[in-house]
């Protein structure tokens, strides 16, 4: 059903890209939106590797809202690692793309705790974290992107 990566030589194992989605700080997410368009935005996120999913928070209305309510298909990119090696004169990057289709979590215990979770990821404490979802908790929603498939690739930039 998914596309394999066509040049091999480029590919990185899972455990690679797994590790890429746990050390980046966003990616950007494609949906289907309106009138057929691509709609791609960056975004905060947290990957749970266990569970296999990638958790953002986002408002209670507008284009994110709706496409996912149309068409819960989704495609997440992140991509960084770049290094220079001293055999080449141009950097190689790393990216790891995911398919997956999303959902809203419900409100309560679970959605709270992946929200502070994925605070914790970009705050410097917890009781700034605690402090925020108590401020502003109820005006967001997180997010749950159930992954399907993911592959991952290095490629040089030249």
Request: proline share 3%; net charge neutral; charged share 25%.
């Amino acid at each position: 059903m998914f596309r394999e990566i066509r040049k091999k030589k480029n590919e990185i194992n899972i455990a690679m890209a797994k590790l890429l989605l746990e050390s980046s700080r966003r990616g950007v997410l494609a949906v289907n939106g309106d009138d057929g368009y691509p709609y791609a935005i960056p975004i905060n996120y947290v990957y749970d590797g266990e569970a296999q999913r990638i958790c953002f928070h986002g408002a209670k209305i507008g284009h994110k809202v709706d496409a996912l309510r149309a068409c819960d298909k989704v495609c997440f990119t992140v991509f960084g690692n770049e290094t220079v090696r001293t055999e080449s004169w141009a950097p190689f990057m790393q990216s790891v793309v995911v398919f997956g289709r999303c959902h809203l979590m419900e409100a309560g215990p679970e959605a709270t705790g992946r929200l502070k979770q994925l605070a914790m990821k970009y705050y410097p404490s917890e009781q700034l974290v605690d402090e925020e979802i108590t401020q502003s908790g109820k005006a967001v929603q997180v997010f749950e992107i159930e992954i399907e498939h993911m592959s991952g690739k290095e490629v040089q930039e030249r």
